[in-house]
């Protein structure tokens, strides 16, 4: 089989819709738009959300809250993550982390969090720790650093 021989499955491809075209296709004259009015011009219509003047839902309804664009996104990780992909005595950094591939992107930094057991020996250094992930890293033996 060649490229020139392919072909799409029969019935999957359909003639496009030609509209003002005479009687025949049943959308001739108007092409479906009916009697003049706003949406029967060319580039006619209104704008989404637009309620014929009446004050629209987007209006209508209560604001509420804000977005605070200094809050910070940790991308998080589990102590038994780190159990499971370093070996005794390793220092885990954002690097590390990023190369065996426990996460893909580092967002405000990385948060260590306390679920899962953790007996290895390990010194991490990252931008944030749960108490429950300090206690449990401390007590294997291992040390923490906030970057």
Known sequence: ???????PAAGSRRQAKRKGRGAASGNGKTAGKGHKG???RTGGGVRPGFEGGQMPLYRRL?????????SRKYA???VADLEERFNDGDTI???KILEV??????????KILGTGEISKKLQVRVAAFSR???QKIEAAGGRIEVV
Not at 62 to 70: D, Q
């Open 101 to 110: 591939g426990l996460l893909k992107k580092t967002l405000s930094g990385i």
């Open 76 to 78: 998080v990780l589990n």
């Open 1 to 7: 089989m060649n490229l020139h021989e392919f072909s």
């Open 62 to 70: 209560p604001k509420r809250g804000f977005t605070n664009v200094f």
């Open 93 to 95: 950094d954002k690097q």
């Open 38 to 40: 706003q949406n029967a």
């Open 132 to 134: 429950s992930a300090v």
